[in-house]
T-cell receptor
Framework: GAGVSQSPSNKVTEKGKDVELRCDPI?????LYWYRQRLGQGLEFLIY????????KSGLPSDRFSAERTGESVSTLTIQRTQQEDSAVYLC????????????FGPGTRLTVT | KNEVEQSPQNLTAQEGEFITINCSYS?????LHWLQQHPGGGIVSLFM???GKKKHGRLIATINIQEKHSSLHITASHPRDSAVYIC?????????????FGEGTQLTVNP
């Protein structure tokens, strides 16, 4: 079956512009996570959605970052007024409690802010 | 001090060698994951464990909950094993299944 997909795969944007990143999780997965990986660094948690519960936004680095999820399907991560320090690979993962909390990662979106 | 620490940061081995990557964590956890990140950036989950030992092919993962330590072993290493190996934990105090990651271990296996 299809895995987690993300789009775009690469995005170059000018400082100050807004960007929107998309994640399509595996069908049926109720949990969805966004992570960020800056160059040469480890992954950082950003936000977590689980079903219809309120999302855990505790990892979002600033109020320029927001994310939405439509039901148990697609999610979008929006970064407003991008800064150079936002340059990173943004990874999405999905999972389901019924599958033992395994997380399945998408290929990521590489964001470069110039 | 990071909640999850891995050692070594970099590891170079010759094909066929037995490899061990270590992970120590400082919080109570409900599960520990080992992930593999390929040079192109894709991440694959290798293991998720909460106790004991798991084996998959040439890969073995162990965890000691009392000592807050896990190891990933690769037997008969091969150049295709070259990747970054990441340890991640799901803390008892964190919501849902969000993970906290180690910095990763860059493994290079030379032919």
């Amino acid at each position: 079956g299809a895995g987690v997909s993300q789009s775009p795969s690469n995005k170059v944007t000018e400082k100050g512009k807004d960007v929107e990143l998309r994640c399509d999780p595996i069908s049926g997965h109720t949990a969805l996570y966004w992570y960020r990986q800056r160059l040469g660094q480890g992954l950082e948690f950003l936000i977590y959605f689980q079903g219809n519960s309120a999302p855990d936004k505790s990892g979002l680095p600033s109020d320029r970052f927001s994310a939405e999820r439509t039901g148990e399907s697609v999610s979008t991560l929006t970064i407003q007024r991008t800064q150079q320090e936002d340059s990173a690979v943004y990874l999405c993962a999905s999972g389901s409690p019924g599958q033992g909390d395994e997380q399945y990662f998408g290929p990521g979106t590489r964001l470069t802010v110039t | 001090k990071n909640e999850v620490e891995q050692s070594p940061q970099n590891l170079t081995a010759q094909e066929g060698e037995f490899i061990t990557i270590n992970c120590s964590y400082s919080v109570g956890i409900s599960a520990l994951h080992w992930l593999q990140q390929h040079p192109g950036g894709g991440i694959v989950s290798l293991f998720m464990l909460s106790s004991g030992k798991k084996k998959h092919g040439r890969l073995i993962a162990t965890i000691n909950i009392q000592e807050k330590h896990s190891s990933l072993h690769i037997t008969a290493s091969h150049p295709r094993d070259s990747a970054v190996y990441i340890c991640a934990v799901r803390g008892l105090e964190t919501s849902g299944s969000r993970l906290t990651f180690g910095e990763g271990t860059q493994l290079t296996v030379n032919p």
